[in-house]
């Protein structure tokens, strides 16, 4: 079975998992946590590194040790850690960390308080009244682990996977379609090529000469577990992951045809096929038609241009096409000329190992010298999250200063000075006004008490953007893909502040995030509130991420004018200048 990043990340998250709910050093946890995370958003795969004689230990936060593990799980699927841990606690007491609300504390507790090992056993607990006894929990608690254990034992929706994750298993695949004799050409479509948040099964096409082994070569993947259904022309499998894959084989002259209808969505092919209706045209998967059944004559469908052409319409990018409009806007020539990763200038939310971080200063604006971006702002945690080493006035200010002496010696790039603050229960910063007043920008975050009422949570950011030094709202949702939902909020209300008050707001490269999401983008857009795109790198390597943000951006409708680290330093100063 061959090993993906997603499958080394899994690993490493079970290990932090599991030596928390041990108790086991923080610092430790932390690292395998650290180790997870950079793994599951690596552009290139650990598996083809290794076969390459790579040096792992390069990658940030991995050392030999960890190199050492990574080696063992691609060569073996697990890891002698790993398996010790898994006789030390029962196999199934990692089911409870599914359950939103449920970390390794909480299960830790739950294990040894109610013995607790399983999703059923934690949901017999809640419906019992038991686990209100436990410190810390309360009937409250109780009703959400109720609520949390009923959807997870009765899903309603099929899985889905983060988007970085389906797009390395497509990449993986696609390389190897492509080394397949007769294959001409293979793309991937569907909700991956949408660049939606999450992927449920992955569309790929191909073309081919006559005779091509595509399908039975597709069905013989090494990573395929079960195969679904294989004919001439098309088949589907089902991943050892669980990820179900659709291959479809079409002519040359069929693909943008083709293109179109598998990439979706379905809301949107609905709407095209309705215009083409009206217009006397039929289309489908092989084309665009005029004329009556049996004696159409085929008008367009090589390329998508000349099928969207046949309607009277501009080419739709596929970012747009959800039936929000896009339809509308191609036939009066009003589509947005969507963000480009070229179009960013700056990342205004970057960390370095003075918190959580794991490179210097000077890597980081190396790196993003390279990355083709002419600043960054520096964004270390404030001190309020002790886990990240988070930075108090005192080693706020001697950043501060060796960031004007780093500056002094850069050419053609900047270093901003900011800040990641947390945002208080009250709506106060974690840091005074006397050091908030030293920096260039405020990032201001929530990183607790998520569980807030709508109206709290919306005034507490309400208080928070009214500070004095206030410049970026940042992940202003919250949420983590899979991990957990947005707390509530009225964002309406929290957009119009923000453009009253002259600050921004974020959206979150990092793809656990994607933070805001697409229809958000769309309501900033409409507000007239800039929208700061980030990376939230906390490594050298994390600005490959900014490449995700691009895609939410371009769902949400943004221009390079609508992004504000679009704007050149000379443009972008003034504008912080106001928040502060």
Known sequence: MPIHNADIAAAFNEIAD???IEAANPFRVRAYRNAARMVGELGRSVRTMIEQGADLDALPGVGPDLAGKMREIVATGTCALLERLRKELPPAITELLAVPGIGPKRARALHHELDVQTVEQLHQAAQQGRIRTLPGFGPKTELQVLNATTAHLNPR???RFKRVVAEAVAESLLAWLRSVPGVLRAEAAGSLRRMRDTVG?????????????VMERFVGYEDVHHVLAQGPTRASVVLKSGMQVDLRAVPGESFGAAWVYFTGSKAHNIA??????????????YGVYRGAEGEAERVAGETEASVYRAVGLSLIEPELREDRGELEAARHRRLPVLLQRANLQGDLHVHT???????????????????????????DHSRRLAVTHGLDPVRLAQQIDRIDRINERLQGFTV???IEVDILEDGTLDLPDSILQRLDLVVGAVHQRFDLTRARQTDRLLRAMGQRYFSILAHPTGRLIGEREPYEVDLLRVLRHARQRGCFVELNAQPARLDLDDQACQMAKAEGVLVSLNSDAHSVLDYDDLRHGVGQARRGWLEKADVLNTRPLAELRPLLARTM
């Not at 095209?272 to 998967?285: H, P, V, W, Y």
């Not at 210097?360 to 390279?370: K, L, N, P, Q, V």
């Open 18 to 20: 599991r030596l928390e």
């Open 416 to 418: 901003l000075k900011g």
């Open 157 to 159: 929706q099929p899985q």
């Open 272 to 285: 095209l096929r309705r215009l083409a209706q009206d217009q006397g045209l039929k289309i489908n998967e």
């Open 353 to 379: 190992r003075d918190s959580d971080g794991h490179d210097s200063i000077e890597a980081m604006a190396e790196a993003a010298r390279a990355q083709g971006l002419a600043y960054i702002a520096i964004t």
């Open 201 to 213: 099964d992955l569309d790929l096409l191909v073309t081919v000469r006559k005779g091509s082994p």
